[in-house]
């Protein structure tokens, strides 16, 4: 889920195939309301799709990601091809967090995979990017999995209960920025055409019955 001013927005992302940066998979993603149950968002595929795979589990936030994103269209012919991502900020994970700047294009309805290609040959071209093999969402997943390690070895016990850490607090990762510069250079080639949006996103897994945590 993710909270972009006022409007929360919920997306359910299949299995993806990853080459060289390239994501591809399937997506499902509908605006819903204050709720975080499923039942309660409007009714369409996401909704089907997210309660057959709880199968009446409840949610709880498991990682957090709070973006600053910077982004514009790329356009062939007058149609938008691709969008253009610029992203700053941080995931956080049972206590622990880690930094991200990267840049994402992702293919838009009336792009072809071709587009995609011509557009990140251009990028790579032109700035010393590097293919990001591992989603925002992994590299979160990853962090809590290091965090919930971390409280098993500083257990007493060195027990079995898991912690439910939760933190208050597009996606096809192309290309991770190893330098300010860069992005700065980024920034300039995005021009006046650019807008930032602040997007903050929140993770929710099944959480077993009888698990602790609030």
């Given at each position: 889920?993710?909270?972009?001013?006022?409007?929360?927005?919920a997306t359910l992302k299949g299995a993806a195939t990853v080459r060289d940066g390239m994501y591809e998979r399937d997506e499902w993603e509908a605006e819903i309301g204050p709720s975080d149950d499923p039942a309660?968002?409007?009714?369409?595929?996401?909704?089907?799709?997210?309660?057959?795979?709880?199968g009446g589990a409840p949610v709880a936030p498991e990682l957090s990601m709070r973006t600053l994103r910077h982004h514009v269209y790329a356009e062939?012919?007058?149609?938008?091809?691709?969008?253009?991502?610029?992203?700053?900020?941080?995931?956080?994970?049972?206590?622990?967090?880690?930094?991200?700047?990267?840049?994402?294009?992702?293919?838009?309805?009336?792009?072809?995979?071709?587009?995609?290609?011509?557009?990140?040959?251009?990028?790579?071209?032109?700035?010393?990017?590097?293919?990001?093999?591992?989603?925002?969402?992994?590299?979160?997943?990853?962090?809590?999995?290091?965090?919930?390690?971390?409280?098993?070895?500083?257990?007493?016990?060195?027990?079995?209960?898991?912690?439910?850490?939760?933190?208050?607090?597009?996606?096809?990762?192309?290309?991770?920025?190893?330098?300010?510069?860069?992005?700065?250079?980024?920034?300039?080639?995005?021009?006046?055409?650019?807008?930032?949006?602040?997007?903050?996103?929140?993770?929710?897994?099944?959480?077993?019955?009888?698990?602790?945590?609030?």
């Amino acid at each position: 889920m993710r909270l972009i001013g006022q409007r929360r927005i919920a997306t359910l992302k299949g299995a993806a195939t990853v080459r060289d940066g390239m994501y591809e998979r399937d997506e499902w993603e509908a605006e819903i309301g204050p709720s975080d149950d499923p039942a309660d968002w409007p009714a369409g595929e996401l909704r089907d799709r997210v309660l057959a795979l709880l199968g009446g589990a409840p949610v709880a936030p498991e990682l957090s990601m709070r973006t600053l994103r910077h982004h514009v269209y790329a356009e062939r012919g007058g149609a938008r091809v691709a969008e253009l991502s610029l992203d700053e900020g941080d995931i956080s994970a049972g206590g622990l967090a880690q930094h991200f700047r990267e840049l994402e294009a992702e293919l838009l309805r009336d792009g072809t995979r071709a587009d995609l290609d011509e557009l990140v040959g251009l990028l790579r071209a032109r700035f010393p990017l590097a293919p990001e093999n591992r989603s925002k969402l992994a590299r979160g997943l990853a962090l809590l999995d290091e965090a919930n390690a971390r409280s098993t070895v500083d257990s007493p016990a060195g027990g079995g209960l898991r912690a439910n850490h939760a933190n208050p607090a597009r996606e096809r990762p192309m290309a991770g920025l190893p330098s300010n510069r860069l992005g700065q250079a980024l920034g300039e080639l995005l021009g006046a055409s650019a807008r930032g949006v602040l997007e903050r996103r929140a993770l929710v897994r099944p959480r077993p019955r009888g698990e602790l945590g609030p």
